[in-house]
Every structure is written in structure tokens, then in C-alpha cells.
């Protein structure tokens, strides 16, 4: 499975931004794999953002509710990440992983047993 994300760039707080992340490779199929959002700032750990289960059950880091929106498209096998009302502190690499459900608890934002990563894609928010 490979992951190739797209849609970062640098935006003015209150603005938006969306996310893409293409994924590839024969083993892949949605009903399979659980998806996510994850991101990292310089010096601080990795933490989730969104999660979608292989039912379409999302979960959303505190941070993000109401602001942020997980979404697949299966008929083009990309997932989505609608960034909305950013502030600084979304700043951070943005990355999208996939994990095989029963291997990864699907609503779980810890992304500790999610296999498969993208690159990342960098997110700026200014002041």
C-alpha cells in the first residue's frame, strides 16, 4: 500500500485548506483498511488528527472537532482532510496512514499500529 499526500501549503489563521491523500497498491481495499490523519510539529510527538473506520466512523482529536473533516472517496481510493477555521497551531506536517482493521483499532487516534505512511505534507498557519 503507498500513500501520497497533497494540498499542504501556507494559509492565513481562519482559512482552509484540503488535504488528499492518494492511495495505491494491489493489497489495498477500504472495506479493509482503517485511514487517518495524523501530524507532527518540529518538537513535539506525533499525534492524530482524524480516523476513519472501515464502516465510515470517524473520530476527531479534541483540537479538531467542528473545525476539521475526514472523508474517502472509494471509487478513487483518496482519502480527504478538510481543514477549516485554522490557527497557528495547526502548523505541523500532515500526515495520512492506513492500517489493516484487524490490526488497528480503527477508532483509535494513537497510530502506533497503522503500517502504512505517506511523505507528509507540510501545513503553515500564520498569524
Known amino acids: 500500500v503507498q500513500l501520497v499526500e497533497s494540498g499542504g501549503g501556507s494559509v492565513q489563521a481562519g482559512g482552509s485548506l484540503r488535504l488528499s491523500c492518494a492511495v495505491s497498491?494491489?493489497?489495498?481495499?477500504?472495506?479493509?483498511?482503517?485511514m487517518g490523519w495524523f501530524r507532527q510539529a518540529p518538537g513535539k510527538e506525533r499525534e492524530g488528527v482524524a480516523v476513519?473506520?472501515?464502516?465510515?466512523?470517524?473520530t476527531y482529536a479534541d483540537s479538531v472537532k467542528g473545525r476539521f473533516t475526514i472523508s474517502q472517496d472509494n471509487t478513487k481510493n483518496t482519502l480527504y482532510l478538510q481543514m477549516g477555521s485554522l490557527k497557528p497551531e495547526d502548523s505541523a506536517e500532515y500526515y495520512c496512514?492506513?492500517?489493516?482493521?484487524?490490526?488497528?483499532?480503527?477508532?483509535?487516534?494513537?497510530?502506533?499500529?497503522?503500517?502504512?505512511w505517506g511523505q507528509g505534507t507540510q501545513v503553515t498557519v500564520s498569524s
Open positions: 496512514a492506513a492500517g489493516h482493521h484487524t490490526i488497528v483499532a480503527c477508532g483509535d487516534l494513537g497510530g502506533a499500529d497503522y503500517g502504512y
Open positions: 497498491g494491489y493489497a489495498y481495499n477500504y472495506r479493509r483498511y482503517c
Open positions: 476513519i473506520g472501515v464502516d465510515g466512523s470517524t
